[in-house]
């Protein structure tokens, strides 16, 4: 079975910039691997930022942008605010199944 | 405004059985792949089942084939999940999610005795 794989932990300034990564063990992730990118802040519920590669929901703030690149889906955080801060996941569809990886605990400091 | 709302969760017995509802409002129902995510105390997000848009499909994390059931009502806007010969590793929140990328607030469920 796949393995989506994700940075344990990365640490990122405020006003600065931080890439997220989303692989898969099979492979090359492409745009049919339907990759999203969730927040989850400590005792909320998930909330979706990106969806199918770069779409962005009415709430996804400006900064957050969704992509591929280099074989992986990739989350890019431009002006990082303190209020970003939280577990980032991403989602990767593969045929009828999907899968999350393991989350990536982003550090503003 | 899509609203995603989880009902059914509680606390039962190793063994014992739960059915879980998602009822869905604010956008078409019927068109949309569901899914059921659970997490469990302090860990990640895993997925567990999800069903297309007419229910002909679908598929399931290998851990629970053969005691969950997913179901959907379009004509209710509803989503269910029967879960049966529950465990102790099946504690956990569990959230419906549907294609797009909408979340529910999620129910808890408690597996113990």
């Known amino acids: 079975q796949a393995v989506v794989t994700q940075e344990p932990s990365l640490t990122v300034s405020p006003g600065g910039t931080v890439t997220l990564t989303c692989g898969s063990s099979?492979?090359?992730?492409?745009?049919?691997?339907?990759p999203y990118w969730f927040q989850q802040k400590p005792g909320q519920a998930p909330r979706t930022l990106i969806y199918?590669?770069?779409n962005k929901h009415s709430w996804t703030p400006a900064r957050f942008s969704g992509s591929l690149l280099g074989g992986k889906a990739v989350l890019t955080l431009s002006g990082a605010q303190p209020e970003d801060e939280a577990d980032y996941y991403c989602l990767l569809c593969h045929g009828g199944t999907v899968m999350f990886g393991g989350g990536t605990k982003l550090t503003v400091l | 405004e899509v609203q995603l709302v989880e009902s059914g969760g509680g606390l039962v017995q190793p063994g014992g059985s739960l059915r879980l509802s998602c009822a869905a409002s604010g956008f078409s129902f019927s068109t949309y792949w569901m899914n059921w995510v659970r997490q469990a105390p302090g860990k990640g997000l895993e997925w567990v089942a999800n069903m297309n848009h007419d229910g002909s499909a679908m598929s399931y994390v290998d851990s629970v084939k053969g005691r969950f059931t997913i179901s959907r009502d379009n004509a209710k806007n509803s989503l269910s999940l029967q879960m049966s010969s529950l465990r102790a590793e099946d504690t956990a929140v569990y959230y419906c999610?549907?294609?797009?990328?909408?979340w529910g607030q999620g129910t808890l469920v408690t597996v113990s005795s």
């Open positions: 999610l549907t294609e797009k990328g909408y």
């Open positions: 199918e590669t770069s």
């Open positions: 099979t492979g090359g992730v492409t745009s049919t691997h339907c």
